[in-house]
T-cell receptor, first 109, second 116 residues
Framework: RKEVEQDPGPFNVPEGATVAFNCTYS??????FFWYRQDCRKEPKLLMS???SGNEDGRFTAQLNRASQYISLLIRDSKLSDSATYLC??????????FGAGTTVTVRA | DAGITQSPRHKVTETGTPVTLRCHQT?????MYWYRQDPGHGLRLIHY???????DKGEVSDGYSVSRSKTEDFLLTLESATSSQTSVYFC???????????????FGPGTRLTVL
């Protein structure tokens, strides 16, 4: 079983829509959680950390559910520039990061 | 403001040849990492370093070796390249935290390696 699993999508949404997706993780001892964004053929870049109480960064909201071992990302008022692959990242054994394979979001005009 | 660079950015080589990829950072971060990214697998850790001359294996280390002789440089070597090592390789750096817990990682631009 993979340590981090994501729905690969793609999620195709119109501009202005809200899109949300989850990832699940298998290691109940995981302590740190992140969402990274990766544009086509580019390096991953940190989008936001995910805190236990949930957190927002502009149009982006991240939630953590430790009991069910999943984290979520919600994007409000989608922009064309939000089109990307979103990587779910959690700490694994020995505090190294484990990456999901990514969820692809395409925002259309 | 690229605090981390990789070279070469693209490389085509033949099966059986040795290949070295270089990662260079200017942020004085303690931790450095090498990942490979393949479709459907996400990023997988090859090796990482937690200081000069201090390295350890990741989940896909077979066929790879690393060296870190200076804080700023982390080299990945494919001793004898195989077609299965065709991939995109990303280097990353991070500050780590007290107690060894890793935190945010920052990635280099990647190296596209093709082994024929």
């Amino acid at each position: 079983r993979k340590e981090v699993e994501q729905d690969p999508g793609p999620f195709n949404v119109p501009e202005g829509a809200t899109v949300a997706f989850n990832c699940t993780y298998s290691n109940s001892a995981s302590q740190s959680f992140f969402w990274y964004r990766q544009d086509c053929r580019k390096e991953p870049k940190l989008l936001m950390s995910v805190y236990s109480s949930g957190n927002e960064d502009g149009r982006f909201t991240a939630q953590l559910n430790r009991a069910s071992q999943y984290i979520s990302l919600l994007i409000r008022d989608s922009k064309l520039s939000d089109s990307a692959t979103y990587l779910c990242v959690v700490t694994s054994r020995d505090y190294k990061l484990s990456f999901g394979a990514g969820t692809t979001v395409t925002v259309r005009a | 403001d690229a605090g981390i660079t990789q070279s070469p950015r693209h490389k085509v080589t033949e099966t059986g040849t040795p290949v070295t990829l270089r990662c260079h950072q200017t942020e004085n971060h303690r931790y450095m990492y090498w990942y490979r990214q393949d479709p459907g697998h996400g990023l997988r850790l090859i090796h990482y370093s937690y200081g000069v001359k201090d390295t350890d294996k990741g989940e896909v280390s077979d066929g790879y070796s690393v060296s870190r002789s200076k804080t700023e440089d982390f080299l990945l070597t494919l001793e004898s390249a195989t077609s299965s090592q065709t991939s995109v390789y990303f280097c990353a750096m991070g500050p780590g935290l007290a107690g060894g817990q890793t935190d945010t990682q920052y990635f280099g631009p990647g190296t596209r390696l093709t082994v024929l």
